[in-house]
């Protein structure tokens, strides 16, 4: 009775967990290609963090359009420094609209 518990759960668990190949990759959010697909992932897109929350989804392709090697580092250094109250920010801010859209 055990054993059958545990191979439900985990027969449950592999159900409920998507695979990483049959996961889409995200697009850009300038040109709407596939990331890692179509084009190239910069450098904070192909961040596991910023992926999975649809942050900093810009190619490489693009991000060499708008600005310069130089800008691109000081971007990502920034953008990797403040990492974490980015990412808590974003989420209050979906909490919040979230929250507001059921009244």
Known sequence: MRTALILICIAGAAIAV???????AGACAICGKALGRDVP????????????LGMFQVCQTCMDRKMDR????????VA???KWNSIS???????????????
């Not at 998507?18 to 889409?24: F, I, L, T, V, W």
């Not at 992932?41 to 999975?52: G, H, M, R, V, Y």
């Open 41 to 52: 992932e910069s450098t904070l897109s192909a961040d596991p963090d910023f992926k999975q």
């Open 70 to 77: 130089r800008t691109q580092d000081a971007y990502t250094q």
């Open 80 to 82: 990797r420094k403040y």
């Open 18 to 24: 998507p695979r990483a190949e049959g996961q889409s």
């Open 89 to 103: 920010h974003n989420k209050s801010l979906a909490f919040r609209f979230n929250r507001r859209g059921k009244n």
